[in-house]
């Protein structure tokens, strides 16, 4: 959930509105006076209206917003003119974006999850008539696995508000994913599967997006019917505010697979096993589009999603997302073309005008299997017009200009940034913009039609995304301090020369990082060593992305700023970034714990882990003011619940993903760095081993790690069942907490005495 907005200033009654029909073109500014003539006469645009009333608590009698009808790219035009601000635009998401742009610009706006900071002034200075224009058609923005990492326990108060973020970041091609189930039970029933096979298909509440996309089935399950019935209903409110902005939402077809009891309601048809996906016990199972009963099926599926929500435009069809079509070498090409083509026909067949969506993630996840014959092949047969691809991530891999832009299909170029949930502070502002700019201007860009943001997960650097949807809009403009500034002044209400130095740092050292390499490094998931399953083979491991020494010097300067500089959010900020630091100094403060007991230099490997035992516990305490933690994720996943049987599936479910996941590979895929999970979980777990090692040190043996090993698979797994200690009370003074961690710091770096 969001943190209480902050008070108000000079926020008062209603916000004049309208619709100016006549069109305009697209470069010519318009007068305010004539915007407000118009606006007097029509009014479209009572969503927006109701978001920014939502957002700042009230409607400004200062600003007038007015929706223009015509056929241009989406633009929007603010102007400021005798204390009053006036913006148009041509669609509602252009609408809150300028608005909103414009406001943070002028430091009277800042929204983000953490919390919201709301300055709105009495009179606007005056600006000149100003157009934008988007640079993309599509701005996409969730990825399907946030389904999973963020939202499984989300209802219609915590989607709103994300509704809203989108709006006012200019989202207007969501990927909306809840609801499903209800169409899959139905269609599963239609098709003969028992409700006693059901019961075994459908995976927990916390794992559905691995269900939809194949990878799983009947992980952690049941999925309790209230479960499903609730997504039903909310994903009717979700769309419904939706079509309000004008979005067009991604929602999901059927991609081939199917419950493991189709193979004996239809024998004849072909269905194959599929390869056990990432150290899973059981295969899922996919039906071939070749065969008559795939069209039957994915045919059904769309009626019946369309009469429960309604038709759209873009649909998600990925078959092989992290799985490989089973094709025969021999004909490898003309399998995979066949593949594509069944599949465009089985979405074409009941909704001609629809567009299939794929994620092309696949094409470099599996780059060994997707060479660029066997990509061409797989999108020769579908129309150029007819398919998408949500070219996902770019911040590590470049398929697209392999690719020449996707043979002319149409595609959006995007980032992932945020993988598994996971929230170590990083993000490349340079990077983002010059990417964009690359794809903008290559040769072999092809049908490039839109921008995307598609994280895992959310919650975590607000300024990452913020910057990476201004690019949408402002793709080429330059990156330096002063949009940070701008930033910084609307998130904090002010500026200082030493707040500047210290985000200058701040930036440096990680947001100038394009990917966070340790959250999987040689197969091993988790943002630090901390988070990961303890093992002699982060020995080897040389450090995370960006500049420790610079961040500990921001952190050190944002800690020491005088009193009436201090903000909520920066305090938020402050904590982020000393929680960061402070968990790559634990993981050194490990390694070198290690190393010293694997040489049989006891005390020093005491000194060392119990140094960072200190700073685990300090980090722990400085981390419960922050909006989620292990007590939040567990105690929402509760409540999500109407019975104490379905309560503790569900707080199961969410202590299993942030934990030991699935599979033999996944394990903290989606760890976090929480308040709870640092005392409770990754401590216990390192002691564990850290006593092992001592214990074989001691005894001047080598470490048995198989045993080892088995011993942290009993305690994960005893883990999951026992109660969690009560959260403790955030510290008072965050920057004194902050400071105290500094020092723990600086007295880990001091030479060892008396060994």
Same mark, same amino acid.
């Given at each position: ?11 008062? +009654? ?336 009941? +909704? ?282 567990? +105690? ?120």
């Amino acid at each position: 959930m969001y943190l209480p907005k902050f008070s108000l200033t000079l926020v008062t +009654a209603a916000v004049l509105s309208g619709l100016l029909s006549a069109c305009q073109p697209a470069a010519e500014a318009q007068s305010s006076e004539a915007v407000v003539a118009a606006a007097e006469q029509q009014s479209g645009v009572q969503p927006v209206l109701d978001l920014f009333e939502r957002v700042t608590g009230s409607q400004p009698t200062n600003v007038h917003l007015v929706l223009v009808q015509d056929s241009q790219p989406d633009w929007y035009q603010v102007e400021a003119k005798d204390g009053q601000l006036y913006v148009s635009a041509n669609a509602l998401t252009a609408l809150s974006y300028g608005t909103y742009e414009y406001l943070r610009q002028t430091g009277a706006l800042s929204v983000s999850w953490e919390g919201s900071r709301v300055a709105l002034p009495a009179q606007f200075a005056d600006y000149p008539a100003e157009r934008v224009t988007s640079l993309f058609a599509q701005r996409s923005y969730l990825n399907v696995c946030a389904y999973g990492y963020s939202s499984p326990w989300w209802g219609w108060d915590r989607w709103q508000e994300e509704l809203d973020w989108m709006a006012l970041h200019g989202v207007n091609n969501p990927v909306a994913m809840e609801g499903q189930e209800y169409i899959w039970q139905q269609l599963w029933h239609e098709f003969g599967v028992a409700d006693t096979e059901l019961a075994s298909y459908f995976s927990g509440p916390a794992f559905t997006p691995w269900q939809r996309m194949g990878n799983i089935e009947g992980h952690e399950g049941p999925l309790p019917a209230q479960y499903i019935q609730k997504k039903r209903a909310l994903q009717k409110q979700i769309l419904k505010r939706m079509s309000d902005y004008g979005m067009k939402p991604v929602v999901p077809a059927f991609s081939g697979y199917v419950p493991k009891e189709f193979k004996t309601l239809f024998p004849q048809a072909k269905i194959s096993a599929m390869p056990k996906w990432s150290g899973f016990a059981h295969e899922t199972y996919w039906l071939d589009p070749a065969d008559p009963l795939f069209a039957k099926v994915a045919k059904r599926f769309i009626e019946l999603y369309n009469a429960e929500y309604g038709a759209q435009q873009y649909y998600l069809m990925d078959a092989f997302n992290e799985m490989l079509p089973p094709v025969s070498e021999q004909h490898r090409y003309q399998d995979l073309a066949g593949y594509g083509e069944a599949l465009y026909q089985s979405l074409a067949q009941a +909704a001609p005008n629809a567009v299939w969506v794929m994620q092309g993630w696949m094409f470099g996840s599996d780059q060994h299997f997707w060479d660029l014959p066997s990509i061409d092949a797989f999108l020769s047969r579908v129309p150029d017009q007819k398919l998408m691809i949500h070219d996902i991530g770019n911040d590590r891999f470049d398929v697209w200009q392999k690719a020449k832009g996707f043979y002319n299909k149409q595609w959006v170029f995007g980032f992932i940034h945020n993988y598994g949930g996971s929230n170590p502070v990083y993000a490349d502002l340079d990077y983002y913009r010059d990417k964009v700019a690359v794809a903008m201007q290559h040769p072999d860009k092809g049908n490039l039609t839109g921008y995307g943001v598609f994280p895992e997960g959310i919650h975590s650097n607000s300024v990452a995304y913020e910057f990476m949807f201004d690019l949408a809009w402002q793709g080429q403009a330059e990156v330096t301090l002063s949009w940070l500034e701008q930033y910084l002044k609307a998130r904090y209400g002010q500026t200082s020369p030493a707040l500047l130095s210290a985000w200058n740092k701040v930036y440096k050292a990680v947001l100038s990082t394009k990917y966070w390499e340790p959250r999987w490094w040689e197969g091993s998931a988790g943002a630090y060593l901390l988070a990961k399953r303890p093992s002699l083979e982060y020995l080897r491991y040389t450090g995370a992305p960006g500049n420790l020494a610079l961040l500990d010097q921001a952190v050190r300067e944002l800690a020491a700023l005088p009193v009436a500089e201090r903000s909520t959010l920066l305090s938020y900020d402050l904590v982020d970034f000393a929680r960061h630091a402070a968990s790559q100094h634990i993981d050194m403060l490990l390694q070198h714990s290690m190393l010293a007991y694997q040489q049989h230099k006891v005390a020093e490997g005491d000194l060392r882990r119990q140094q960072a035992k200190q700073l685990m516990l300090a980090t722990d305490a400085l981390m419960a003011s922050q909006q989620e933690s292990l007590f939040s994720w567990v +105690a929402d996943a509760r409540a999500y619940a109407d019975n104490e049987a379905d309560a503790a599936l569900y707080e199961r479910n969410a202590r299993l993903q942030v934990s030991r996941w699935g599979g033999n590979k996944l394990k903290d895929y989606a760890s976090k760095a929480w308040h709870g999970l640092y005392a409770q979980y990754y401590l216990p777990r390192w002691e564990l081993m850290l006593d092992e090692l001592k214990m074989a040190a001691g005894q001047g043996k080598v470490l048995d790690e198989t045993k080892v090993e088995q011993k942290l698979l009993d305690f994960e797994q005893a883990w999951l069942d026992q109660p969690l200690a009560t959260p403790l009370v955030a510290p008072a003074d965050p920057y004194a907490a902050v400071q105290h961690i500094q020092q723990l710091i600086s007295d880990s770096k001091a030479p060892p005495s008396n060994l």
